[in-house]
């Protein structure tokens, strides 16, 4: 049977958790399958701790909030610790190789590092999680490792719903008929149209805002859409400009903010299909039906929510 490994940490204070996660891997028993949340590139952007050239007022931050009001005035050092912390995820990854090597496992398991999404670094005004999907969170890397695996996708494009029936068919099991992704082991053809969707979810002067913003793409590009009425437009700029806790960034660029906002519709690239195919297979997607569950999150799981931002508004 085929180990399987995947990418990724969870929590904000992940550099503490690091010797934690790597004395798993070395002593885990076989056959295993590791899932590892790598937050290195989410804003509060992540720092090696034990790096000899990164200040120690560079070292505290643990949380969303901290972070945007030491940054609120220099766009460029928020660049700078993006790329650094996209270093150091792929460092940890390579650790993480090593590891697996020194046991004598690697070349009997699969590695796979992947992201939920990109971030927006000032671009459209805004920087995090923008309201509405553009190229720069969709388009995220993705990385087969494994010894004698060859996965195959035309012009290398794929989607994250690709990677199930994948790992199923590596691990010899059959793959469903309702999943919606390519065994990427045969191949994935670059004309199809691939789905994503965010829920924005906030309150806002007692107003709440909930709405979709989704798309369709393909390998050349795609349609971004959001729909909902002028009061979540009003809403959605005020709630960058003045309540998350990047909105004194925001508010350098107020114009931008409300054109981003008010777009229901965006092209990037220049994708294969028009809009009104987009569109109309978007509206597919959402006919299925779709059984959702609560959950109700411990203590811990929502503190860790509200530091990374995501119970400020956004879920996506």
């Given at each position: 049977m085929m180990n399987t490994i995947s990418q990724g940490i969870d929590g904000v204070d992940r550099y503490s958790e690091r010797a934690q996660f790597h004395e798993a891997i070395a002593n885990v028993q076989e056959p295993?399958?590791?899932?590892?949340?790598?937050?290195?590139?989410?804003?509060?952007?992540?720092?090696?701790?034990?790096?000899?050239?990164?200040?120690?007022?560079?070292?505290?931050?643990?949380?969303?909030?901290?972070?945007?009001?030491?940054?609120?005035?220099?766009?460029?050092?928020i660049r700078r610790d993006y790329n650094r912390s996209a270093e150091t995820a792929i460092d940890r990854f390579e650790e993480r190789i090593d590891i697996l090597r020194q046991r004598g496992?690697?070349?009997?398991?699969?590695?796979?590092?992947?992201?939920?999404?990109?971030?927006?670094?000032?671009?459209?005004?805004?920087?995090?999680?923008?309201?509405?999907?553009?190229?720069?969170?969709?388009?995220?890397?993705?990385?087969?490792?494994?010894?004698?695996?060859?996965?195959?996708?035309?012009?290398?494009?794929?989607?994250?719903?690709?990677?199930y029936p994948t790992l199923c068919a590596l691990?010899?099991?059959?793959?469903?008929?309702?999943?919606?992704?390519?065994?990427?082991?045969?191949?994935a053809p670059d004309s199809r149209l691939v789905f994503n969707a965010k829920k924005i979810d906030a309150t806002l002067l007692s107003k709440n805002l909930e709405y979709h913003a989704f798309g369709a793409w393909d390998h050349d590009g795609g349609h971004a859409f959001s729909d909902f009425g002028l009061t979540g437009k009003?809403?959605?700029?005020?709630?960058?400009?003045?309540?998350?806790?990047?909105?004194?960034?925001?508010?350098?660029?107020?114009?931008?903010?409300?054109?981003?906002?008010?777009?229901?519709?965006?092209?990037?690239?220049?994708?294969?299909?028009?809009?009104?195919?987009?569109?109309?297979?978007?509206?597919?997607?959402?006919?299925?039906?779709i059984q959702s569950q609560s959950q109700t999150l411990d203590e811990a799981a929502q503190d860790r929510l509200d530091a990374l931002g995501y119970t400020d508004g956004e879920i996506g």
């Open positions: 295993f399958v590791v899932m590892d949340r790598e937050l290195s590139t989410h804003a509060p952007y992540g720092y090696d701790m034990s790096h000899p050239e990164i200040p120690d007022e560079d070292k505290s931050f643990t949380s969303l909030s901290e972070y945007w009001t030491a940054r609120t005035s220099d766009r460029t050092k496992v690697l070349e009997d398991t699969l590695v796979i590092l992947t992201a939920d999404h990109g971030e927006v670094l000032g671009e459209y005004g805004m920087y995090g999680h923008a309201p509405t999907l553009v190229s720069e969170s969709v388009y995220v890397p993705t990385l087969f490792y494994g010894d004698g695996v060859e996965v195959t996708a035309d012009g290398d494009f794929m989607a994250h719903v690709d990677l691990m010899d099991e059959p793959v469903p008929e309702y999943t919606s992704g390519y065994n990427l082991i045969e191949g009003l809403l959605s700029v005020a709630n960058r400009l003045v309540r998350t806790d990047d909105a004194p960034l925001n508010r350098r660029r107020p114009f931008t903010v409300l054109r981003t906002c008010f777009n229901r519709e965006r092209t990037f690239g220049s994708p294969e299909h028009d809009r009104t195919e987009a569109r109309r297979y978007c509206e597919q997607m959402f006919s299925d039906e």
